[in-house]
């Protein structure tokens, strides 16, 4: 499982890993796709690409920078409408968050959705003021698989990388873990097969928050 006891801080991917967004998601590219596109996609390649900007994954359905346009704008309205009805929060996620403030480690997370978006997300469930440091995909000039993101919060919290480590539930936050030098922690509740995180060599595999937590402290 691995251990990083003597981290001094951790970093936190958002969807997938502290917050449950998966239906809100596939709901939301299902809404998009059907209404700009008239037609329907398979949910896997809807979610293939989810912990990389929306921006980004909205590509993979149209080479037309108007019509792509089109999908970000339906996406981002129909998601902020469902969103509190259909968004949740990993079991154990408060506690474990409360349990390593009171240890005195720095806490952040590092998202590829927007920082507003984020922030909505965490403070629906009373989390927004939990954390040192949010960086959104508008905070940073690079994007995860790229590590430009987890070393901007590294550097925010004044730690080295190896005094760090990421905790993320996609290939793409592991990759940007290890790029950035940050022992990684996958977690495998989230939106990926276990097989697909394993094959990016994280220092954890945790299977639920409370494995994370033993990880941690």
């Not at 980004?56 to 981002?76: I, K, N, P, S």
């Not at 290890?178 to 276990?194: D, I, K, N, V």
Request: aromatic share 6%.
């Amino acid at each position: 499982m691995g251990s990083f006891s003597d981290a001094s801080g951790v970093l936190f991917d958002l969807d997938g890993t502290l917050l449950d967004t998966q239906r809100l998601i596939l709901v939301s590219f299902r809404h998009a796709v059907q209404t700009v596109l008239g037609r329907s996609i398979p949910d896997e390649l809807l979610m293939a690409k989810v912990g990389q900007p929306l921006t980004v994954q909205m590509w993979d359905f149209t080479d037309d920078q108007e019509v792509h346009d089109e999908l970000l704008a339906v996406y981002r309205d129909y998601n902020a409408r469902v969103h509190d009805d259909l968004i949740r929060i990993f079991p154990g996620v408060p506690e474990l968050i409360a349990d390593l403030r009171g240890r005195g480690l720095s806490l952040g997370v590092v998202t590829s959705k927007r920082h507003e978006a984020a922030l909505r997300g965490l403070a629906t469930f009373g989390l927004d003021g939990a954390f040192d440091l949010l960086i959104g995909s508008d905070d940073c000039a690079t994007h995860k698989p790229d590590p430009g993101p987890v070393l901007q919060g590294c550097g925010l919290l004044g730690l080295r990388p190896e005094e760090c480590v990421y905790v993320g539930d996609s290939p793409f936050d592991l990759q940007a873990g290890h790029g950035a030098g940050c022992p990684t922690a996958a977690a495998l509740w989230g939106m990926f097969p276990e097989e697909v995180l394993l094959a990016e060599e994280p220092e954890a595999v945790c299977r639920d928050v409370g494995e994370l937590r033993r990880c941690l402290l």
